[in-house]
């Protein structure tokens, strides 16, 4: 909808203007008479502004300017001398008005929709020292008249759209002391003529596309600075040594550049320096031994570069040193035995290198630890006995080094959530109590040496998702308590020393996915109810000494693509269900079966070898099933069938040549066109290509939307399937995909998770092209809160339909490679299950990150729902994840309220996220907000989320937490009383900083 059309001030004529004058005149008798003037400007800014939520409701003629919202006056003449509209959601372009408030010196219209550019003539505000205009659309050059506001202290113009070069009038700005241009669109070099700015305190130049180009050394001019922030601004070269003049200097951000060095002498006079940051650059250097002499460092960041050489003993000397990241370099040497002197040391992450030696025995003693990770290096001895001292340390990473010894001094951190111990020598026992820690998530002890039994305590790991000890030598009887950590998804306990009967535990691990038992001297049968943990994925019983039957309700598991259950001892026949799988590896070798192997098996040759009972027509390395008499009988008989069906088969092979191939199409690689490089997500799905297309009608219609129609086709084989069918494109070389149709499929076709929806394979037409997913009864969550009345859904359950989304969103944020941004996330694309479980589908809009040298390189585009869409894609044309946070937080809000996220009752112009926060600042609003259908029982973790929503849709995208964040603070809001205590917030922000 078109904006209303605002006269400027300038325009108005000057009758008008009189007239004003007028009336003002004789309506007010309050306002002094030198004040009235001031008075005239105000409401011609309020006549150029839209104000949605009416913050501005008490400016009006007949009051005193002095008590208007955001003014603030001198309080001996009655003149306005601050002008605060940061935050006020006003909406329009610049009001030029403001310059002839002569006695004005602050000005802030931060975090509003200011649009367009800024004004070139602002001579009248030369009185002002603070002008903030962050966080706003404005657009074109920074503003050249800039020279003549020589009073500034503070200027603010982050967060908007500006371009080009700084110029060269900034460097007149004597009396500056803040300069914030970062978050714009900035070209040129960062300019020399900036170390004229002599007075500056602040220096903000982060995340602009400036021309590659070096660090100008003139910066070390700037004497009283204590801040510089040069992040993502396209450095190359050296830190220059004049940086060594700056003694005040306390952070530092040059990160995400392209540095090549560390100067090593420029350290010796930063004895202020309390935050240094050169993360992700190529630096080519080492850590130089004068770091020592940052005395006030607080954090020291140098992760993800290029760094060579030893950790130098003086980084003992930095005694406030509270964070340490030196992960992702080639570093070498020892950890230098001076850490331990770091008693505020909270994250210590030296990971990814080369550092090799024992790690210092003290280290932790009188510190608080809260994250400590020296994985994938060569360290070697015995893991410090003291790292839990402090009673805060939640992430232990040593994994992939040469560690041994034993942990049995770690039976009381009761604080961990992320054990990660694989790939080393430990021996020994684990402690008893670790087994059953409440906040514990991941567990790995892979590789190792560990021995003994996992104890009853595993019955407390409520929050356990992931447990891999396989390769080690753990012995005795799996308990029957593992089926108690209900959130279990992947226990690998293969290549141990386990026997005894598998207990039947699976009517409890409603969550699991990956089940690897293989290698060891398991035996007893296998119980059925294996058969109803629909998640299953992965059952690996390979080499063990199972005996019966093949549970034929293994064939119910539609999400199992791996079942392998050779080297047992199974008997009887193999299930006929089993051929309802879609399976990439299937093996039930080496065991005493007997009888006919199913038909709709026979794709798996090699699956059935020594066992010498199974019979099977079509199979190289086993027996065929029928004698040669019978088998003549067959042939005579198939003859005789054959001659008198000739006609009718021709018959119909000419009705169909042209429309289809009767031979069964089976989705695999040969296909579809797809990302080559990982394929495991595509289950084989044999079908007749005419079964599909001939079942495109309007009477098997189930939805429509903007990329076409979707369908609910029956497959001969009784299998249910969805169909999307997107419109067709003209061929371009090789490939018959339109660009949605390969965005689908290349995205789907690399990922696997619970909580995606499953792609089985695409066909393309001449006039369409069509995607085929697994079905799900339930429709969107969009479909059961908007289109039932009453809503169906509790607040449980709603809840989990959240968690399960965000869990499938973080997944393709950090857990791909590259990341992948849905671009397209609204409730009707969150589908549920007949279960109501939740999966991410529709990848049409998906943009994959692509990995280069900087870093992850994000994708420009516009894309989106309405009401869904972030506000930064209409002026910045970067998708980022942020946007997708933005866009389920909105889904969120749809949780809460079961309101749709556009609806003409919130007003013109706005959407669900300007309603909410429109109401929550009346004072009965939150009860018109939440969902009356939702139990007040719930109300806690309602609010809960609702606070999350709000995080998610915050109009600044760095100010809205990543999916991993949002994960975390969902679980804390858990309904039905299970929150944990959470030690830490999830680390990390960008997919290429975070340690999995």
């Known amino acids: 909808m078109e904006r209303p059309f605002r006269v400027p001030f300038s325009e108005l004529s000057t009758s008008y203007l009189s007239l004003f004058l007028f009336l003002l005149l004789l309506t007010t008798n309050e306002a002094a008479e030198h004040s009235i003037p001031d008075l005239v400007y105000l409401m011609a800014i309020k006549e150029n502004l839209t104000d949605p939520y009416q913050k501005l409701h008490n400016w009006n003629s007949s009051s005193s300017p002095c008590t208007f919202n955001g003014v603030k006056c001198d309080k ?89 070069p700084i110029p060269l009038d900034f460097a007149r700005l004597g009396k500056l002391q803040t300069l914030d241009l970062y978050y714009n669109l900035l070209g040129g070099n960062i300019p020399s003529f900036l170390g004229n700015l002599t007075n500056l305190v602040h220096l903000r130049l982060t995340q602009n596309p400036f021309d590659s180009g070096v660090i100008p050394p003139e910066i070390g001019n700037m004497i009283k600075l204590q801040q510089i922030w040069l992040r993502q601004c396209n450095l190359t070269g050296e830190i220059p040594d004049s940086f060594g003049g700056l003694s005040e200097l306390q952070k530092l951000d040059v990160s995400q550049n392209n540095l090549t060095g560390l100067w090593p002498g420029w350290t010796s006079n930063l004895v202020k320096l309390t935050s240094l940051q050169m993360y992700t650059n190529r630096l080519g250097g080492g850590i130089p031994a004068d770091i020592g002499k940052m005395s006030s460092l607080e954090m020291l960041d140098v992760s993800g570069n290029m760094l060579t050489g030893s950790l130098p003993d003086s980084l003992g000397n930095l005694g406030k040193l509270t964070s340490l990241h030196l992960m992702n370099n080639q570093l070498t040497g020892a950890i230098p035995a001076s850490l331990e002197n770091l008693t505020m040391l909270r994250d210590l992450s030296l990971f ?42 939640s992430s232990l990473h040593v994994f992939s080094n040469t560690l041994n010894g034993s942990v049995s001094e770690y039976g009381n951190c009761t604080t961990l959530v992320r054990l990660r111990l694989s790939k080393n020598q430990f ?199 029928t004698s040669k008499r019978g088998y003549l009988k067959i042939v005579v008989l198939t003859g005789c069938f054959f001659t008198a069906s000739v006609v009718l088969v021709v018959g119909l092979w000419c009705f169909y040549k042209r429309r289809s191939k009767l031979h069964p199409r089976v989705i695999n690689k040969s296909t579809i066109d797809f990302c080559p490089s990982k394929v495991v997500s595509f289950r084989k799905l044999v079908f007749h290509e005419h079964e599909i297309v001939n079942s495109l009608s309007e009477a098997n219609v189930i939805g429509t939307g903007g990329a076409g129609k979707v369908y609910k086709i029956i497959l001969g084989n009784g299998e249910t399937v969805a169909v999307k069918r997107l419109p067709g494109s003209t061929k371009t070389g090789d490939s018959e995909f339109d660009s949605g149709f390969k965005a689908e499929i290349e995205t789907l076709g690399v ?246």
């Open 76 to 164: 001996s003449s009655t003149h306005v001398m601050e002008l605060d509209l940061g935050s006020f959601s006003l909406e329009g372009s610049f009001p030029t008005a403001v310059c002839n408030l002569q006695n004005i010196t602050f000005l802030s219209l931060a975090n509003n929709s200011i649009m367009g550019e800024v004004p070139k003539d602002l001579t009248n505000c030369g009185n002002l020292s603070y002008l903030n205009l962050s966080q706003n659309l404005l657009i074109g050059a920074l503003p050249d008249f800039i020279s003549e506001l020589s009073s500034l202290e503070v200027l603010d113009l982050s967060s908007n759209n500006f371009s080009g």
């Open 352 to 393: 990814k290198n080369s550092l090799h030696g024992e790690i210092p025995q003290k280290l932790g003693r009188n510190t608080q630890l809260e994250i400590f990770d020296l994985s994938e290096n060569q360290l070697s001895g015995p893991l410090p006995s003291h790292l839990c001292n402090g009673g805060k340390l």
């Open 427 to 625: 021996s020994g026992e684990v402690p008893k109590d670790l087994w059953g820690f409440p906040g514990l998530e991941l567990v790995e002890l892979s590789s190792n040496r560990f021995e003994g039994s996992i104890p009853t305590d595993i019955r407390n790991a409520k929050s356990l998702s992931k447990l891999a000890i396989d390769d080690n030598e753990f012995s005795g009887e799996l308990p029957v308590e593992i089926g108690m950590a209900s959130s279990l998804s992947s226990f690998n306990a293969s290549n141990n020393n386990f026997s005894g009967r598998l207990p039947d535990i699976f009517d409890r691990l409603h969550q699991i996915e990956i089940l690897d038992l293989s290698r060891n001297s398991l035996s007893g049968a296998i119980f059925p109810s294996i058969g109803s943990v629909w998640t299953l994925a992965l059952i690996n019983l390979k080499a063990n000494h199972f005996s019966g039957e093949i549970p034929t309700q293994i064939g119910n598991l539609q999400s199992l693509t791996y079942l392998d259950l050779s080297e047992n001892h199974l008997t009887n026949k193999v299930p006929a269900s089993l051929g309802n799988l879609h399976l990439i590896f299937f093996n039930v070798s080496s065991n005493q079966l007997s009888g006919l192997v199913p038909s709709g098996l026979i794709k798996y040759k090699r699956a059935f070898l020594e066992n010498p009972k199974l019979c099977g027509d079509g199979f190289a390395d086993i027996k065929p099933c």
């Open 751 to 996: 990922i696997r998770h619970k909580n995606i929806v499953k792609l089985w394979g695409g066909i393309s037409l001449s006039d369409s092209n069509l995607l085929i997913y697994e079905y799900m009864s339930n429709g969107s969550i969009g479909n059961m809160l908007h289109d039932q009345k009453p809503c169906s859904l509790d607040w449980p359950t709603r809840y989990m339909i959240a968690l399960d989304s965000a869990q499938g969103l973080a997944y393709l944020h950090y857990d791909c490679n590259p990341p992948i941004i849905h671009c397209d996330i609204k409730s009707n694309n969150i589908l549920l299950d007949e279960e109501l479980h939740a999966r991410v589908a529709d990848f049409g809009l998906a943009k994959i990150l692509r990995k280069c040298n900087k870093g992850y390189e994000t994708v420009f585009a516009v894309a989106g729902s309405y009401g869904y869409i972030a506000p930064e894609v209409s002026y910045s044309p970067k998708v980022t994840a942020k946007n997708d946070v933005y866009s389920f937080g909105v889904v969120l809000l749809e949780l809460v309220t079961s309101r749709r996220p556009v609806d003409p009752s919130y007003g013109e112009g706005a959407n669900i996220v300007k309603w909410v926060n429109r109401m929550l600042e009346k004072e009965n609003g939150l009860e018109e907000i939440l969902d009356h259908q939702i139990s007040e029982i719930y109300k806690d973790s309602v609010l809960a989320v609702l606070r999350i929503a709000l995080d998610c849709t915050n109009s600044l995208p760095f100010n809205r937490p990543n999916m991993r964040h949002v994960i975390w603070m969902l679980q804390s809001a858990n309904p039905n009383g299970k929150t944990r205590t959470l030690t830490t917030e999830p680390i990390g922000n960008e997919p290429d900083t975070i340690h999995l």
